[in-house]
């Protein structure tokens, strides 16, 4: 018989905001170990103190697992962060995203995507050649969940990201969130960067192009980040988006191609 597998989600606050949050599936023999190293994390956060941690285990039925290949990873280097958000413009125009709709979200992220200008606890999903954005709550987002690496999987990227000097959990845990969303119906583009003020390093993705990572989108110290997922309507209803983005099992078992580190040099230079 097959051993049942599970899914952890951790989440940790502190006076109520979110601190610090991961996830994982993995074989019931995992699932202590698993709980206790995220717990961890959490009690370790450099960003303040937890007051809070819940971590939520529930088993997967394996027969809706889906199983799918980590997108490719590429670097580019960029001289600052301006440069680095007139990059992921053109990375975003490049992969469908209508040019004026990409320039207007780069700020949005900029300022924070949130009622007020807060930073969201999870997505925005806007129309790739509108802007319309499509979340029911403006705080919250959307939260992409239930996805991890196969137990194979998980030591060959590992190796892979630490051979290429990509070695921190953030950039394994971000290719994998990734991956799931650039399998989602109707997604044309994913553009992030980290709410962590000493974190300046971002990414857009796409279903051709893969995980991009670009070396400066913000100045350090800044605490707003976010994600936007750009959509392609015509595809794809919310309600079956959010579905699988929020609820199906995802599990990558190969991955995908390391790319070395690229200057970028603008078209104007
Ligand atoms: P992080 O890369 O963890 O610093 O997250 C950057 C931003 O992405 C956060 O401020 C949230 O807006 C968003 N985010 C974080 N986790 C998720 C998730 N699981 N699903 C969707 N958006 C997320």
Not at 16 to 23: S, W
Not at 86 to 102: F, N, R, S
Request: charged share 25%; net charge negative.
């Amino acid at each position: 018989m097959m051993t049942s597998l599970y899914s952890i989600r951790m989440r940790a606050t502190c006076h109520g905001q979110h601190l610090a949050g991961a996830e994982r599936i993995v074989p019931k023999a995992a699932v202590g170990d698993v709980t206790a190293a995220l717990t961890a994390r959490a009690m370790h956060c450099s960003n303040g103190e937890v007051d809070e941690i819940h971590c939520s285990v529930e088993r997967i039925d394996r027969a809706t697992v889906c199983y799918k290949s980590l997108p490719d990873l590429s670097t580019y280097q960029v001289n600052s962060w301006q440069e680095g958000r007139q990059l992921a413009i053109c990375l975003l125009a490049k992969a469908g995203v209508q040019e004026d709709i990409a320039e207007r979200a780069v700020p949005l992220l900029a300022k924070g995507a949130g009622p007020g200008g807060a930073v969201m606890r999870g997505a925005v999903i806007m129309e790739s050649s509108t802007g319309k954005r499509f979340e029911e709550d403006q705080t919250r987002g959307v939260r992409v969940s239930r996805m991890d690496l196969s137990p194979e999987c998980r030591p060959a990227l590992k190796s892979d990201l630490t051979s290429a000097g990509l070695g921190h959990h953030r950039i394994l845990e971000a290719l994998v969130l990734a991956g799931k969303v650039l399998g989602a119906p109707g997604i044309v583009a994913e553009l992030c960067w980290s709410d962590d003020p000493d974190y300046t390093i971002g990414y857009v993705a796409d279903p051709q192009a893969g995980y991009q990572r670009i070396s400066d989108m913000k100045l350090s110290g800044d605490s707003r980040g976010g994600r936007i997922f750009f959509v392609d309507q015509a595809k794809t209803s919310l309600a079956e988006l959010v579905e699988y983005l929020e609820r199906q099992v995802v599990l990558f078992n190969t991955p995908g191609v390391i790319s070395t580190a690229q200057e970028w040099i603008p078209a104007d230079e």
